[in-house]
């Protein structure tokens, strides 16, 4: 049975552990943004109808209307800002609320007078104080990088909201000042200084106390995000890439993304027995996992109802990118998610492999071409490079990547060169007649991670941008040549997305439907080449094995989209430094006790 999918003892009936969104924190997440919006309006606009209750503001005292009129904008905002933590089932989100709303009465009562704002708040704090069981999911990884997004977003935010402030009142407004002077009076007003618009009577109190209170929210929850203590996403330590690596050496050929769960910026759940893993990252709420789980397939179970546990305790968003067929099956069996076929992988046998025949024709003479321009090729280990040629196919490498972030992460290893990674396989080109220039005559990289004892699959493809077309070909045609010296019996290429679909589309006979949703992906080709990667795949006429993505809903499937183009660094929310800017990562050296996957199968 170690082959194929575990099967369940007939006397144990699993129960799905997926975390299944909760109607009470849906529904009072919804319920505190709404009570944020009516806080904020009644900040805004104080007199939305006459109240008998007017008469009291006659006794109270003068500036006291006014600070309560910034107390209920402040407390609007922040139970919008913490609308979402509360549907998330998150403590700190019920503590924060908890403690605003009594505030957020307290301003509607003293500045609109109004007892059914009142009631409103208090009739959402009844819930969150029943029901505060369901409020213990724990914080999310987080960095002072957040610091930064929230100057940019709640300055935004605060100066379009205190345009609405100083707009509010026009009927007490002093002249008609311009729109400059509007703006110029937000902002000093957010610095609290009193700017160039004038009010009649109370409202520039107002207005001021409004302005000031949305800067100073600012100014705090920035501060806050500063100093507060650093919880950096998990990363894998020495010990985890031990465990894994010695998981890989003994059931590394089941899946040709194995390797990719030793990137570093992952991190990993072991099963109870220490025989299986999960490796993840968070992203954006979404606890990504990618591939199958790592080690043996009976211990699988057990590693993903650890990540369930873990998605549940902090209220991810839980999903798998690129499983197998095998792999699909066990996720939805063993938590009740579903899985949608992403694409396929392009998988090259090497014994059927041959440039001969019509079909091979256009990589043939492309090859040929190039081959006759001067260029050679090296296709050897990473342990059988020296330093100095190894260091200068990493900067090459890094130099060559055409973009500003790394991208990859269910199907790149996000290094070259460690110690650890001996096993990994590079296929240069090279270019003797040509003028030696920073990395000499290296012109372009093909970089691939093992599958088990018997494979490969690719990780990078990098080239000079000088270089003639075709580099790429090439090197993969010279990496397919040199395989059976190698003992490599298996090639993995590039993970075409929607390839079935695309295949389909093209061909006589598609219908309307099947034919619009292969130009949509055509159309989107030209920023995620969706197309351009199934037809490059396609040339070395591979086999298709299909890849799965596991969800728990489908209203989760565009967040899980989103998290994964981030993941993958097609979308960045944060401005990355100059690069010469940038602290290098140093290469981790391998200590006493780190065993590579050769030395685990020598073991």
Request: charged content about 25%.
């Amino acid at each position: 049975m170690s082959g194929g999918v575990p099967a369940k003892p007939a006397s144990v009936r699993r129960v799905p552990r997926g975390p299944r969104p909760e109607a009470v924190p849906l529904l009072v997440g919804r319920a505190c943004a709404l009570v944020g919006l009516l806080d904020i309006a009644a900040g805004v606009f104080p007199r939305f109808r006459h109240s008998r209750m007017h008469a009291l503001a006659e006794v109270l005292p003068g500036a006291f209307g006014p600070f309560a009129a910034a107390l209920s904008l402040s407390a609007g905002v922040l139970l919008l800002l913490l609308a979402h933590g509360l549907k998330r089932r998150k403590r700190r989100a019920w503590r924060a609320a908890v403690a605003l709303l009594p505030l957020g009465a307290v301003a509607q009562f003293a500045y609109r007078h109004s007892l059914a704002g009142v009631l409103i708040s208090l009739a959402l704090l009844l819930p969150l104080l029943r029901h505060r069981d369901q409020f213990a999911a724990l914080p999310d990884p987080r960095s002072r990088w957040r610091a930064l997004a929230n100057v940019v977003l709640m300055g935004a935010g605060s100066l379009s909201l205190g345009l609405v402030v100083v707009n509010a009142h026009p009927h007490h407004m002093v002249g008609e000042p311009s729109l400059a002077d509007r703006i110029t009076h937000v902002l000093y007003g957010l610095f609290g200084v009193e700017g160039p618009v004038d009010y009649r009577g109370d409202t520039s109190w107002t207005v001021a106390f409004s302005l000031g209170a949305l800067g100073l929210l600012t100014a705090i929850t920035t501060i806050y995000l500063a100093l507060r203590p650093e919880h950096p996403a998990a990363r894998l330590t020495e010990d985890d890439e031990v465990r894994l690596r010695a998981l890989l050496a003994r059931h590394g050929g089941r899946d040709s993304l194995g390797h990719f769960a030793l990137r570093r910026d992952k991190a990993v759940v072991f099963s109870p027995s220490g025989k299986a893993a999960v490796t993840y990252r968070v992203v954006s709420g979404v606890m990504l996992a990618s591939g199958d789980p790592i080690g043996d397939v009976e211990a699988w179970p057990g590693a993903i109802e650890r990540f369930m546990d873990e998605a549940r305790a902090h209220s991810w968003t839980p999903a798998v990118m690129g499983c197998s067929e095998t792999g699909g099956e066990v996720w939805t069996r063993e938590t009740g998610l579903d899985a949608l076929e992403l694409g396929d992988e392009a998988v090259v046998d090497v014994a059927d492999f041959s440039l001969a025949g019509r079909a091979m024709r256009n990589v043939r003479q492309m090859v040929k071409r190039i081959e006759r321009a001067g260029y050679e090729t090296r296709v050897r280990r990473v342990a059988d490079l020296g330093d100095a040629e190894l260091d200068r196919v990493r900067r090459a490498a890094d130099d060559w990547r055409g973009t500003d972030t790394e991208r990859g992460f269910s199907m790149a290893l996000g290094r070259i060169g460690d110690p650890a990674d001996g096993d990994c396989l590079i296929a240069t080109a090279h270019k003797q007649d040509a003028e030696p220039g920073e990395y000499g005559d290296l012109k372009a990289v093909l970089h691939f991670v093992p599958w088990g004892a018997d494979g490969v699959s690719l990780d990078l493809m990098r080239r000079d941008r000088a270089a003639d077309p075709g580099m790429n070909e090439l090197l993969i045609v010279a990496a397919l040549q040199a395989a059976p010296k190698l003992g490599i019996a298996r090639v993995s290429l590039n993970f075409a997305m929607f390839r079935a679909a695309l295949a389909r589309g093209e061909k006589i006979g598609a219908g309307p439907v099947l034919r619009a949703w292969r130009g949509l992906l055509v159309f989107l080709s030209r920023w995620f080449q969706i197309e351009s990667l199934y037809k490059f795949n396609a040339k070395f006429r591979p086999r298709w094995e299909p890849r799965f993505v596991v969800y728990r809903a489908s209203a989760d499937l565009p967040r899980i989209g989103f998290a994964a183009m981030q993941a993958e660094g097609f979308v960045t929310l944060t401005v990355p430094l100059p690069r010469f800017l940038r602290r290098r990562t140093p290469v981790r050296r391998p200590c006493a006790h780190r065993v590579t996957e050769r030395d685990a199968r020598a073991a």
